[in-house]
């Protein structure tokens, strides 16, 4: 009995800890075949176009809160909400963005720009060297 507790409990925290991976939607450009995306450590893009797959790793993930538009909302209106916004306690007013260089085995590049809110799905754009533009949202 207490060893299936153990196993139970030992597969909700690896649960837990595993990264978030976001698929790429049928709404992306045609051109893309497959692709993912995990914004949490390991951090990893993946994007097939063709028979060509390019990869990022390791790119930085920036936080956007506008603490002075916030303020201005919250402060005299709603302050205990203000207070918990400034505290870092509610984090549904940020947003996230990325500028990963996925690159591929024969030394291809795509620049791309993703952004996304809190509790929303990523999307933004790739562009090839050539200067083509790929749209990418993630589910």
């Given amino acids: 009995m207490f060893k299936t507790g153990l196993i139970v ?4 925290v690896i649960a837990g800890c595993a990264p978030h991976l976001h698929q790429l939607r049928a709404d992306s450009s045609p051109a893309l075949v497959r692709g993912e995306f ?6 990893r893009l993946t994007l097939t176009i063709g028979d060509r797959c390019y990869i990022a790793e390791g790119f930085k993930i920036h936080r956007h809160t506008n603490l002075a538009e916030l303020q201005r909302r919250y402060r005299n209106t ?6 918990r916004i400034f505290a870092g306690l509610d ?3 940020e947003t996230y963005s990325a500028e990963p ?3 591929s085995a024969d030394g291809a590049e795509l620049t791309c720009q993703l952004a996304w809110g809190a509790g929303k799905t990523p999307q ?3 562009q090839d060297k050539a ?3 790929y749209q990418v949202h993630f589910d």
Avoid at 9 to 12: D, L, M, R, V
Avoid at 38 to 43: A, D, G, K, L, S
């Fill in 78 to 83: 709603n302050p205990k909400h203000w207070d």
């Fill in 38 to 43: 995990i914004h949490e450590n390991p951090r």
């Fill in 131 to 133: 200067g083509v533009e």
């Fill in 124 to 126: 933004g754009a790739c």
């Fill in 101 to 103: 260089v996925p690159k």
């Fill in 9 to 12: 409990a030992g597969a909700a």
């Fill in 91 to 93: 984090r549904s007013h």
